[in-house]
C-alpha cells in the first residue's frame, strides 16, 4: 500500500507540473511531498533499516560456519618421554641394551618428542536445533518492528501533507486578503481625486485629502506585510514539497463552496479503532509480550549439533586429515532465579503497553469529538462571517450614497470602507479554518 501511494504519487507530480513548474495544484504538492520530503525520504529509511532487521533474524535459521586456522611452535616439546622415564628399573634396563644393541644403529632416538610445532586448517559448522523459541520469536519481534516502521511512516506521512495544506491554503488566504487590499486601494485612490478636488474647491475640509492619504497609507503597508508573509509561506512550502526557492509560486486551487468539502460526523470510537495510532499501540503490546517469551526462552533448554573437519600436523610431524561430528544439549540450571524476576519485569512493562494504550485510545475518542466540535464551531463562525460581509457591503452602499449628498463626513466613509475590509478578511478567515479543519477531521475518522 505505501509502495502504491509513492507510485501513485509521482503520477501527479507528472501530471501536476505538465504546464509550469511554478504552477501548482494542492493534488501536485503532496506528491512532489510525497517525492521530495526528506522528513517522509528518513521515514522510508527506518523501514528499510527494520527489514534489514528482518533478514538478520532470519539468517539464525541457517547454520553458523566458520574456517578455523592456528598453529604453534614450543620452546621444548608439550609431550616428551623417552627410556630414563622408566620407573621400572630393569624394563629400564632391557630397553636400554635393546635400543644401544639395535636402535642406535638404526637411528632410532632414545625418546619420543610430540606437540613441538604445527599447523592446522578447518571448518566448523554448528546448526542450532532448539534454542527456547528465542529463534522464531525474534524473527516475529523483527516482523512487528518492520510493521511498526511502516505505520510510522504512514502517520509522517499524514502529518507532512497536512502541513502541505495548511500551507497552501494560508497561501491562499493571503493572496485573497491582497486582492481585498487592492482592491481597497483602488477605492481610496478614486476617493483621493475625488476628496482633492472638492477640497480645492472649498467642499471639504481641508482635513479630508489628509485622512484619505493616511488611509491608503495604511492600506500600502498592510500590502506589504501580506506580499512577505505570501513569500514567508511559499518558501515554507517550497520546503516541505521539495522545491528550490521560488520567487512566484501559481497556486490554482481555489476555496470553493463548502458542500464540496464539508466534513460528516463518524462515531468516534470506531474511528479511532481504525487509525493508524491505535495499531501501532496494538503492536507495542504486541512487542512486549514477545520480548517475553524471549526472555522465558534463555531458561529453556537449547540444543545445537554441528560438526567440523581439520587438515594439519598439530600433534604428529606428518599431516593428517580428520572429521567428527557433535551435539551439544546446555540447560540452564542457576538461570531461572534472574529470569523469574526478567519475567516480572516483562510482566510489568506488558501492563504498562497495555494502559498506555487504553489511555491514548480514550484520548483519541476526545480528539475526534473535540475535533468535530471544532468543525461545527467554525462553520458557525463562517456562518456569521457571511452575515457581518453582507451587513459591511450594505453599510458601505449606504454611507457612500449619504456621503454624495453631502450628509456625512469622509471619515465616515473611510470607517465604512475599514469595517468592510475587516469582514472581508474575516469571511476569507473563517472559510480556510473551517475547510483545514474539515479536512484534519477527515484525516482522523479516515473519511479521505
Not at 131 to 151: R, T
Not at 208 to 231: C, Q, T
Request: hydrophobic content about 45%.
Amino acid at each position: 500500500m505505501y509502495k502504491i501511494r509513492t507510485f501513485i504519487a509521482i503520477l501527479l507530480t507528472a501530471a501536476g507540473l505538465a504546464l509550469s513548474a511554478q504552477t501548482l495544484t494542492l493534488d501536485s504538492c503532496k506528491a512532489l511531498a510525497l517525492q521530495n520530503n526528506l522528513t517522509l525520504k528518513n521515514a522510508a529509511l527506518d523501514v528499510a533499516a527494520a527489514q534489514e532487521v528482518k533478514k538478520q533474524a532470519f539468517t539464525k535459521y541457517f547454520p553458523n560456519v566458520s574456517a578455523i586456522a592456528g598453529g604453534y611452535y614450543a620452546a621444548k616439546p608439550l609431550f616428551e618421554y623417552g627410556i630414563d622415564d622408566i620407573e621400572n628399573a630393569s624394563a629400564r634396563q632391557f630397553l636400554h641394551n635393546l635400543y644401544y644393541e639395535y636402535g642406535a644403529a638404526m637411528g632410532l632416538p632414545d625418546r619420543i618428542t610430540l606437540c613441538e610445532n604445527g599447523v592446522m586448517a578447518g571448518a566448523m559448522l554448528v546448526q542450532p536445533v532448539y534454542m527456547g523459541g528465542q529463534i522464531v520469536n525474534g524473527n516475529k519481534l523483527a516482523k512487528v518492528g518492520i510493521e511498526a516502521a511502516e505505520l510510522k511512516a504512514q502517520l509522517t506521512e499524514d502529518q507532512v501533507l497536512q502541513q502541505v495544506e495548511e500551507y497552501y491554503w494560508l497561501i491562499i488566504s493571503l493572496e485573497e486578503k491582497m486582492k481585498t487590499l487592492q482592491q481597497a486601494k483602488t477605492f481610496l485612490d478614486t476617493l483621493e481625486r475625488d476628496v482633492t478636488t472638492a477640497s480645492e474647491a472649498g467642499l471639504v475640509s481641508k482635513n479630508d485629502p489628509l485622512k484619505v492619504k493616511l488611509k491608503w497609507y495604511e492600506i500600502h503597508a498592510n500590502i506589504e506585510k501580506v506580499r512577505n508573509g505570501i513569500s514567508l509561506a511559499s518558501d515554507a512550502l517550497c520546503q516541505l514539497i521539495g522545491l528550490e526557492h521560488q520567487n512566484s509560486l501559481t497556486l490554482t486551487d481555489t476555496i470553493g463552496e463548502i458542500s464540496a468539502w464539508q466534513a460528516q460526523w463518524a462515531d468516534p470510537y470506531s474511528a479511532v479503532r481504525g487509525r493508524k495510532e491505535t495499531q501501532l499501540l496494538d503492536l507495542q503490546v504486541n512487542a512486549e509480550e514477545l520480548k517475553k517469551k524471549m526472555a522465558l526462552g534463555e531458561t529453556l533448554p537449547h540444543l545445537t549439533v554441528g560438526g567440523t573437519a581439520s587438515y594439519g600436523n598439530l600433534i604428529f610431524d606428518h599431516f593428517t586429515a580428520n572429521a567428527l561430528a557433535f551435539a551439544t544439549l546446555q540447560v540452564p540450571l542457576t538461570g531461572w532465579w534472574e529470569a523469574s524476576h526478567k519475567l516480572k519485569q516483562q510482566d510489568i512493562l506488558i501492563q504498562k503497553a497495555e494502559n498506555e494504550r487504553t489511555d491514548l485510545i480514550q484520548k483519541m475518542n476526545l480528539e475526534t469529538m473535540q475535533a468535530w466540535n471544532n468543525v461545527d464551531d467554525a462553520y458557525n463562525q463562517y456562518q456569521l462571517s457571511e452575515l457581518a460581509l453582507q451587513d459591511a457591503e450594505a453599510n458601505l452602499r449606504d454611507v457612500k450614497a449619504d456621503y454624495n449628498a453631502g450628509l456625512v463626513p469622509v471619515s465616515d466613509l473611510l470607517e465604512a470602507q475599514t469595517l468592510l475590509l475587516q469582514a472581508q478578511n474575516q469571511r476569507t478567515d473563517a472559510l480556510i479554518d473551517l475547510k483545514i479543519k474539515a479536512e484534519h477531521y477527515k484525516t482522523l475518522t479516515n473519511a479521505h
